[in-house]
């Protein structure tokens, strides 16, 4: 904010410092372990009486000084000019942190020019002892200049007391420092080896006296010892990074993991090209196969660099400077001014709809292209773009480090959010944003069954386990809720005490106009421990035979004798069923803007999974392509379906309520349309029942998003359930502090209807949230009333449609049973309708008090 910035669009930030850098490193490295390699070299050929040795060892010392002083002097000029203009804020903080830190690195490596310059151009002129003092003397220097810099870039993956005390020698002498000094003083002893194999493979074999195959050996016990301390080096290093980082790599990202287990390959190569080199080989052979193993070393320190500067993401320094080169707390100086109105440098200050994309690309390029491109070889953002649509970027953008730890904040008010969305989706990849607008509804006949109260001797109560089944899966791609549903019914003997009716008769339902199974009968069975009959799995869609949405399909219910097979009752129920999950609004591709529009498209479910792949280090977008589809709950436990999942992974209301608590924050009930086929002007409206009828909204029972995903992770904190505190860690609550919220088991604890209905009298909405059942019996869905007689639903109707509910599709769709019955939309025995099982008036409230109200 205080600095010009770079502008970069392909080659941008993670490119020239991967290339120079790395490079540097390199070289660096090797001129520390060369140093020593040179001495020793020196002393054996001296030791040995080899003229040809020792002529080597000066051909090496001129190779060492080109490579080290000049290619190494050069790269570490460039790394300076690079980070400067990549990182003028942090480079500014370490410059005022360790100016006499640098001050002193920069002596010693003036040191090290005058020694082994000494070193080189006395070769033929000193006494040999004091030249091989000159050679430790440089060796010397050569460590108090690595160990200089070790302090200080270890202060930027771990500051320690250093952000409290601002103490010099807190930050410099930190928690990583000796580990990564013992690191590198072993990756710099194996790169001397390494660059030893290329120039002993040049020593001509005519000499006689072996003197090749000598230093080949040398060079390989050069490389092949030190590596085995480098594995020790590396794991004390891994041990003491702070729980933050340490968690960054091994836990958190794949991409870090990735480099880790490059480390090791390298270093595996490394060692194996050893001990090739130290046999026998033609000189045609050995050369380029010692500049293949010297690759490795790059390939080596490049891995621990990657995995180094990976680990303190996502800072540059940790918890001081973001990876953007913005300070800790500046979304807080911000505030709703926004961050274009605040940053010195920014030719635009305000966003409008006429500069939306212009205001984007510009915030892109204060807060993204330092690590990542435009369609460049390194961190290109058009491919996570693509998983997205701008509202998806939008809300990711408002909890980018919430989502996705190794990302800073986004700094800037929410027209900034959208500018930088707008940019990324429609700027740079041309995706024109779909509009939401409502969807017309076609009304749907509804026929009531006949029912004569003077002769008929049953009545027979259906109602569905749910106020909505939802289907969600991608064909081809993931399944999470199949399409299933599930019904229950009670038949009842009239009489003046009415008699429930389990044995010697059958019970089958049969969805109407099904497009599979031709609307086929299925057994109901009998609940144990209930006395009522149920279809656990009926197989339906909202799209029936004719190809029309219709998402309150009815199904036939039908009770009969067991021995005659006579018809002893039937009735029609709604059975809710929809796939209008709002995945593509945030996830992409092909958005449903119709009624007849299915629901996950294949291409938004592989945006989901690679979303998936990409925080979670699977691989499950590649298996989706390979036609094997993901079944979410083979991993994720699903009460609901009865899925166990795995052991230490969060259940599959948890995870998604978790993780999108950040992302859709502060909406309200919208925040539920998202997903859920709640939308007033959508295609499904299942919000249908009486509750919904007087304004209450989901969140009245359910609470805000940010609340109900708290109760859901707090029971799973209390199951150990890997990455819920985290996530508890990043909620705030609408309704208050999080112990103010009771934890509660998905589908098993619900909110209870007698916290609100209070001696089933008249409700009062704020008791709803927070008040959850106890266990699955306990549900309204399981409940009985207070004789142990009728389920509850089978009165009232089920949940989101309770009666009298309002369909979209017919008005009384839903209230098919209490008309047929009663012909009131009312609750069975309502008003006096007591009469349709007892076949007589009632006085007394027997089911449960307040049944016999005054109409």
Same mark, same amino acid.
């Given at each position: 904010?205080?600095?010009?910035?770079?502008?970069?669009?392909?080659?941008?930030?993670?490119?020239?410092?991967?290339?120079?850098?790395?490079?540097?490193?390199?070289?660096?490295?090797?001129?520390?372990?060369?140093?020593?390699?040179?001495?020793?070299?020196?002393?054996? #050929?001296?030791?040995?009486?080899? @003229?040809?040795?020792?002529?080597?060892?000066?051909?090496?010392?001129?190779?060492?000084?080109?490579?080290?002083?000049?290619?190494?002097?050069?790269?570490?000029?460039?790394?300076?000019?690079?980070?400067?203009?990549?990182?003028?804020? #942090?480079?500014?903080?370490?410059?005022?942190?360790?100016?006499?830190?640098?001050?002193?690195?920069?002596?010693?490596?003036?040191?090290? %020019?005058?020694?082994?310059?000494?070193?080189?151009?006395?070769?033929?002129?000193?006494?040999?002892?004091?030249?091989?003092?000159?050679?430790?003397?440089?060796?010397?220097?050569?460590?108090?200049?690595?160990?200089?810099?070790?302090?200080?870039?270890?202060?930027?993956?771990?500051?320690?007391?250093?952000?409290?005390?601002?103490?010099?020698?807190?930050?410099?002498?930190?928690?990583?420092?000796?580990?990564?000094?013992?690191?590198?003083?072993?990756?710099?002893?194996?790169?001397?080896?390494?660059?030893?194999?290329?120039?002993?493979?040049?020593?001509?074999?005519?000499?006689?006296?072996?003197?090749?195959?000598?230093?080949?050996?040398?060079?390989?016990?050069?490389? %092949?010892?030190?590596?085995?301390?480098?594995?020790?080096?590396?794991?004390?290093?891994?041990?003491?990074?702070?729980?933050?980082?340490?968690?960054?790599?091994?836990?958190?990202?794949?991409?870090?993991?990735?480099?880790?287990?490059?480390?090791?390959?390298?270093?595996?190569?490394?060692?194996?090209?050893? !001990?090739?080199?130290?046999?026998?080989?033609?000189?045609?052979?050995?050369?380029? !196969?010692?500049?293949?193993?010297?690759?490795?070393?790059?390939?080596?320190?490049?891995?621990?660099?990657?995995?180094?500067?990976?680990?303190?993401? @996502?800072?540059?320094?940790?918890?001081?400077?973001? =990876?953007?080169?913005?300070?800790?707390?500046?979304?807080?100086?911000?505030?709703?001014?926004?961050?274009?109105?605040?940053?010195?440098?920014?030719?635009?200050?305000?966003?409008?709809?006429?500069?939306?994309?212009?205001?984007?690309?510009?915030?892109?390029?204060?807060?993204?292209? =330092?690590?990542?491109?435009?369609?460049?070889?390194?961190?290109?953002?058009?491919?996570? #773009?693509?998983?997205?649509?701008?509202?998806?970027? &939008?809300?990711?953008?408002?909890?980018?480090?919430?989502?996705?730890?190794?990302?800073?904040?986004?700094?800037?008010?929410?027209?900034?959010?959208?500018?930088?969305?707008?940019?990324?989706?429609?700027?740079?990849?041309?995706?024109?944003?779909?509009?939401?607008?409502?969807?017309?509804?076609?009304?749907?006949?509804?026929?009531?069954?006949?029912?004569?109260?003077?002769?008929?001797?049953?009545?027979?109560?259906?109602? =569905?386990?749910?106020?909505?089944?939802?289907?969600?899966?991608? $064909?081809?791609?993931?399944?999470?809720?199949?399409?299933?549903?599930?019904?229950?019914?009670?038949?009842?003997?009239?009489?003046?005490?009415?008699?429930?009716?389990?044995?010697?008769?059958?019970?089958?339902?049969?969805?109407?106009?099904?497009?599979?199974?031709?609307?086929?009968?299925?057994?109901?069975?009998?609940?144990?421990?209930?006395?009522?009959?149920?279809?656990?799995? %009926?197989?339906?869609?909202?799209?029936?035979?004719?190809?029309?949405?219709?998402?309150?399909?009815?199904?036939?219910?039908?009770?009969?004798?067991?021995?005659?097979?006579?018809?002893?009752?039937?009735?029609? &129920?709604?059975?809710?069923?929809?796939?209008?999950?709002?995945?593509?609004?945030?996830?992409?591709?092909?958005?449903?803007?119709?009624?007849?529009?299915?629901?996950?498209?294949?291409?938004?479910?592989?945006?989901?999974?690679?979303?998936?792949?990409?925080?979670?280090?699977?691989?499950?977008?590649?298996?989706?392509?390979?036609?094997?589809?993901?079944?979410?709950?083979?991993?994720?436990?699903?009460?609901?379906?009865?899925?166990?999942?795995?052991?230490?992974?969060?259940?599959?209301?948890?995870?998604?309520?978790?993780?999108?608590?950040?992302?859709?924050? /502060?909406?309200?009930?919208?925040?539920?349309?998202?997903?859920?086929? =709640?939308?007033?002007?959508?295609?499904?409206?299942? !919000?249908?029942?009486?509750? /919904?009828?007087?304004?209450?909204?989901?969140?009245?029972?359910?609470?805000?998003?940010?609340?109900?995903?708290?109760?859901?992770?707090?029971?799973?904190?209390?199951?150990?359930?890997?990455?819920?505190?985290?996530?508890?860690?990043?909620?705030?609550?609408?309704?208050?502090?999080?112990?103010?919220?009771?934890?509660?088991?998905?589908?098993?604890?619900?909110?209870?209807?007698?916290?609100?209905?209070?001696?089933?009298?008249?409700?009062?909405?704020?008791?709803?949230?927070?008040?959850?059942?106890?266990?699955?019996?306990?549900?309204?869905?399981?409940?009985?009333?207070?004789?142990?007689?009728?389920?509850?639903?089978?009165?009232?109707?089920?949940?989101?449609?309770?009666?009298?509910?309002?369909?979209?599709?017919?008005?009384?769709?839903?209230?098919?049973?209490?008309?047929?019955?009663?012909?009131?939309?009312?609750?069975?025995?309502? $008003?006096?309708?007591?009469?349709?099982?007892?076949?007589?008036?009632?006085?007394?409230?027997?089911?449960?008090?307040?049944?016999?109200?005054?109409?």
């Amino acid at each position: 904010m205080e600095y010009p910035i770079w502008h970069l669009t392909t080659l941008a930030g993670g490119f020239w410092i991967a290339l120079i850098g790395t490079f540097h490193v390199f070289l660096a490295h090797f001129a520390v372990g060369g140093g020593l390699y040179l001495t020793l070299s020196e002393i054996y #050929a001296r030791k040995v009486g080899s @003229p040809t040795l020792l002529a080597h060892v000066k051909k090496h010392t001129r190779f060492f000084l080109l490579i080290t002083m000049v290619a190494g002097g050069v790269t570490g000029v460039g790394i300076w000019f690079t980070i400067g203009l990549l990182s003028p804020q #942090a480079t500014s903080t370490l410059i005022k942190v360790f100016v006499y830190g640098f001050a002193t690195e920069w002596v010693f490596f003036l040191c090290e %020019i005058v020694a082994l310059l000494v070193y080189y151009y006395g070769f033929d002129r000193m006494d040999p002892r004091d030249h091989v003092r000159m050679g430790f003397l440089y060796f010397l220097f050569a460590m108090l200049s690595l160990l200089t810099i070790n302090g200080i870039v270890g202060f930027m993956l771990t500051p320690g007391k250093w952000l409290v005390t601002h103490n010099f020698w807190d930050g410099f002498l930190n928690p990583t420092f000796w580990p990564q000094a013992a690191l590198r003083t072993a990756i710099s002893l194996t790169l001397a080896g390494l660059f030893g194999f290329v120039t002993a493979t040049r020593i001509p074999a005519e000499n006689g006296d072996g003197a090749r195959e000598r230093m080949v050996r040398l060079a390989a016990a050069w490389t %092949i010892l030190p590596l085995l301390a480098c594995f020790a080096a590396g794991w004390w290093y891994i041990g003491a990074l702070p729980e933050a980082q340490q968690q960054m790599v091994l836990l958190r990202s794949a991409r870090i993991t990735g480099f880790l287990r490059g480390f090791q390959y390298f270093a595996a190569a490394a060692a194996v090209g050893a !001990l090739i080199l130290a046999v026998r080989l033609p000189r045609a052979v050995r050369f380029p !196969l010692a500049l293949c193993v010297l690759l490795t070393g790059w390939g080596l320190i490049g891995s621990f660099e990657f995995v180094r500067e990976a680990a303190r993401k @996502p800072y540059l320094i940790y918890g001081h400077t973001y =990876s953007n080169g913005i300070q800790v707390g500046a979304d807080k100086q911000v505030g709703e001014a926004g961050y274009l109105a605040t940053a010195k440098w920014a030719r635009i200050r305000e966003v409008t709809p006429e500069n939306r994309l212009a205001a984007g690309a510009e915030l892109y390029q204060h807060q993204c292209a =330092s690590c990542h491109s435009i369609g460049g070889p390194m961190n290109d953002i058009k491919p996570w #773009a693509a998983t997205l649509t701008a509202e998806g970027l &939008a809300g990711l953008l408002e909890a980018l480090n919430l989502a996705n730890p190794a990302m800073p904040p986004f700094v800037g008010n929410r027209l900034e959010r959208e500018a930088l969305a707008a940019y990324l989706t429609e700027g740079l990849l041309g995706t024109q944003p779909v509009p939401e607008s409502p969807v017309a509804l076609t009304e749907l006949p509804t026929e009531i069954p006949p029912f004569d109260a003077a002769k008929d001797e049953y009545v027979l109560l259906a109602w =569905s386990g749910l106020g909505m089944h939802m289907i969600v899966e991608s $064909q081809g791609v993931f399944t999470l809720r199949p399409a299933t549903a599930e019904l229950s019914a009670q038949l009842i003997k009239r009489g003046d005490s009415p008699s429930k009716v389990t044995d010697n008769v059958e019970l089958t339902c049969a969805v109407e106009g099904a497009k599979e199974g031709g609307g086929q009968p299925v057994q109901m069975k009998i609940v144990e421990g209930r006395d009522w009959f149920q279809a656990p799995a %009926i197989h339906l869609s909202p799209r029936g035979a004719s190809g029309g949405f219709n998402p309150y399909p009815f199904v036939t219910v039908e009770a009969r004798d067991a021995s005659t097979k006579a018809v002893l009752a039937r009735t029609r &129920a709604v059975l809710p069923v929809s796939d209008e999950v709002g995945c593509a609004s945030c996830h992409g591709g092909a958005r449903p803007v119709r009624a007849t529009d299915s629901g996950i498209s294949p291409e938004t479910g592989l945006n989901i999974l690679r979303i998936h792949d990409r925080m979670n280090r699977t691989n499950l977008s590649a298996q989706a392509k390979a036609g094997k589809t993901v079944a979410c709950t083979s991993c994720h436990a699903d009460p609901l379906t009865g899925a166990e999942g795995k052991d230490g992974l969060m259940g599959v209301s948890s995870a998604l309520h978790g993780f999108h608590a950040n992302t859709l924050k /502060g909406r309200g009930a919208e925040a539920c349309a998202r997903c859920h086929p =709640s939308r007033p002007e959508g295609a499904t409206r299942f !919000l249908r029942g009486l509750h /919904g009828q007087i304004g209450l909204e989901c969140t009245t029972c359910h609470g805000a998003l940010e609340d109900h995903a708290v109760g859901l992770l707090k029971r799973e904190l209390e199951s150990g359930k890997r990455g819920a505190k985290r996530l508890l860690t990043q909620i705030t609550p609408q309704s208050g502090p999080q112990d103010t919220i009771p934890p509660r088991t998905a589908w098993n604890q619900t909110p209870d209807c007698l916290a609100c209905h209070k001696d089933f009298g008249a409700p009062d909405p704020s008791q709803a949230f927070g008040n959850w059942t106890k266990a699955a019996p306990d549900r309204f869905k399981s409940r009985l009333d207070e004789m142990g007689a009728l389920s509850c639903p089978a009165c009232h109707g089920p949940q989101h449609a309770l009666y009298p509910a309002l369909n979209p599709y017919g008005a009384e769709r839903d209230n098919v049973q209490p008309l047929q019955y009663q012909k009131l939309a009312r609750p069975m025995g309502s $008003q006096g309708n007591c009469k349709v099982c007892h076949k007589v008036a009632k006085t007394d409230s027997l089911h449960h008090p307040n049944t016999i109200r005054t109409p």
